[in-house]
């Protein structure tokens, strides 16, 4: 009997926040990166979807249903916050990190982005009810 290579499976998918307006802010930040730095996030992310759950030093819980994929760059350290939302990874907001700590103003818009989503997709799920 021939046994072929199984083919590994993605446990959870990465799709990107959009705004009430469709513009996606992670994906368009990754635009300003060079090919090899976004090779190398994506290559995190894919590692996430692979392999979730996952921990360090890939990924950390930030708390409030929150987590970060940290990619070490060439000379700097890039973060992805994201959530789950339907089985679903977002990525919600991107930085590239210059203090020992996310500035508060980026948690700040990371948690208003994810509350943000959990109300249109309540809004969603009220629509095909009612």
Not at 80 to 85: D, G, K, L, Q, S
Not at 105 to 119: F, G, I, P, S
């Amino acid at each position: 009997m021939l046994h072929l290579p199984t083919r590994p499976q993605r446990l959870v998918i990465a799709d990107f926040y959009q705004t009430e307006r469709g513009r996606e802010p992670v994906r368009d930040w990754l635009r300003t990166l060079t090919p090899a730095d976004r090779r190398a996030i994506g290559k995190d992310v894919r590692k996430v979807e692979y392999g979730w759950p996952l921990g360090m030093p890939t990924c950390a819980p930030i708390g409030d249903g929150v987590w970060e994929i940290r990619t070490h760059l060439e000379n700097r350290i890039a973060r992805i916050f994201f959530c789950f939302v339907r089985e679903r990874m977002v990525l919600l907001h991107a930085i590239i990190k210059k203090t020992r700590v996310a500035p508060a103003a980026d948690l700040a818009l990371v948690r208003m982005r994810k509350a943000d989503l959990e109300e249109r997709l309540g809004r969603a799920a009220a629509k095909t009810v009612g």
